[in-house]
């Protein structure tokens, strides 16, 4: 059996799925809202209902999401030369033929860039959700709120399903840390030179 490392903790899988489901939640509601979509009465029984699940999901998100801070936060901000090459050829992905992207470490500049990106646009959705649905009369702070919370919405329907596809399909054997916590060590050794030199597996 080959070697196995430790990528992620029980607390980060644990955490990654509740943020992935009040998410997806979030989501499927939001777009019945913004749609007016009386057909996710059969899903939620009527749109109280839906609109109460929108409301209690955006707590467990906003929970979800300061806890990843302590997780992923540091290593995102951390930019190194290798980040901004990677960023100036957009991570291969763009390119025809094959490129030989730069060393990365535990995570990766995509990766990174994307827990930045939800780490902005969560703090915007859940700051302005909460004022939506607990601040009521004043007219232009509903409205800004809104249109904070609608912008935020499109971020996160473009960006989770190029994330999950990112993360399954385009690259596969990376799935199984969100299941697991471990990859093969030659496949980080691939993947996350950087940090299999730090902690001493390569």
Same mark, same amino acid.
């Given at each position: ?8 903790s ?14 997806i939640l979030l989501?499927?509601t *939001?777009?019945?809202?913004?749609? =007016? $979509?009386? =057909?996710?009465?059969? $899903?939620?029984?009527?749109f109280n ?8 999901? +955006?707590?467990?998100?906003t929970?979800?999401l300061?806890?990843? !801070? ?8 951390? $930019? ?5 090459n %990677?960023?100036?050829?957009g *991570? /291969? #992905? &763009?390119s025809? *033929?094959?490129?030989k992207?730069?060393?990365? *470490?535990?995570?990766n500049? /995509? =990766?990174? &860039?994307? #827990?930045?990106?939800? &780490?902005?646009?969560g703090l ?5 959700g909460f004022?939506? %649905?607990?601040?009521? /009369?004043?007219?232009?702070?509903? &409205? ?9 919405? !499109?971020?996160?329907?473009? +960006? ?8 399954? $399909? ?6 199984? !840390?969100?299941?697991? /916590? ?18 001493g597996k390569?």
């Amino acid at each position: 059996m080959s070697e196995m490392v430790r990528k992620a903790s029980t607390e980060e899988i644990i955490n990654h799925w509740i943020m992935a489901v009040s998410c997806i939640l979030l989501i499927i509601t *939001g777009y019945g809202f913004l749609f =007016q $979509l009386k =057909q996710m009465n059969i $899903l939620f029984g009527s749109f109280n209902v839906m609109r109460a699940v929108h409301n209690w999901a +955006g707590v467990v998100f906003t929970a979800s999401l300061f806890a990843t !801070i302590f997780n992923y936060l540091h290593e995102s901000i951390s $930019l190194s030369k290798d980040d901004w090459n %990677w960023i100036k050829m957009g *991570g /291969g #992905y &763009l390119s025809k *033929g094959p490129v030989k992207a730069p060393p990365m *470490g535990k995570l990766n500049t /995509g =990766q990174k &860039l994307y #827990y930045l990106m939800v &780490l902005a646009a969560g703090l915007a959705i859940a700051a302005s959700g909460f004022s939506i %649905w607990i601040i009521h /009369g004043h007219r232009t702070l509903t &409205l800004v709120s809104h249109l904070v919370h609608n912008l935020a919405f !499109i971020l996160f329907v473009v +960006g989770v399903p190029a994330h999950i596809y990112l993360g399954t $399909l385009a690259n596969p054997g990376t799935f199984r !840390i969100m299941i697991y /916590g471990t990859v093969p060590a030659e496949f980080a050794r691939k993947k996350y030179p950087k940090w299999m030199k730090e902690i001493g597996k390569l």
